[in-house]
């Protein structure tokens, strides 16, 4: 098993449902969504995944899951691209946590400076990238204690 991550950007797309999926996954609800990787075509079935929230404040990882579906190509999810065409690269997930972070506090961007996740490039530009096996191990942990000091 590998460990990934996945960003979103509310400048680039608003998630609308998030407040509602989030209070879904709280109750313990089976939520599967669709989620792009960027170039990465790699992304298996039963890979981890990590999401963080980047482009505008809070930004840090909110979500964590398990990939459901290998990588698979469909329309792009920018409609002016799928429109003319034009496709990327999906995965299906299940998140285990998902928070809501403009009421819930996440595992702030400024956090994963720290010593034991400092081998990672956190500021990604897209989707997919695959967390080095000692930082996830650690990210593991630290995730784990974060969710439930912060999580009632």
Not at 46 to 53: A, L, M, V, Y
Not at 127 to 148: M, R, Y
Request: hydrophobic letters at 40%; a positive charge.
């Amino acid at each position: 098993m590998k460990t990934y991550l996945l960003a979103w950007n509310p400048k680039l797309w608003r998630w609308h449902d998030l407040e509602e999926t989030s209070h879904k996954v709280k109750q313990g609800k089976k939520v599967l969504d669709r989620w792009g990787t960027g170039t990465s075509r790699k992304v298996l079935k039963g890979d981890r995944f990590f999401i963080i929230r980047l482009g505008e404040k809070p930004k840090g990882i909110f979500a964590s899951g398990f990939v459901t579906k290998d990588s698979f190509q469909g329309l792009h999810w920018d409609k002016k691209k799928s429109a003319s065409g034009e496709t990327a690269n999906y995965v299906e997930i299940q998140y285990d946590v998902l928070l809501d972070p403009e009421s819930q506090p996440i595992l702030e961007r400024q956090l994963l400076n720290m010593p034991a996740l400092s081998n990672m490039h956190w500021d990604v530009r897209m989707s997919g990238v695959q967390i080095p096996k000692d930082v996830a191990s650690e990210l593991e942990i630290i995730w784990a204690e974060f969710v439930k000091q912060n999580i009632s």
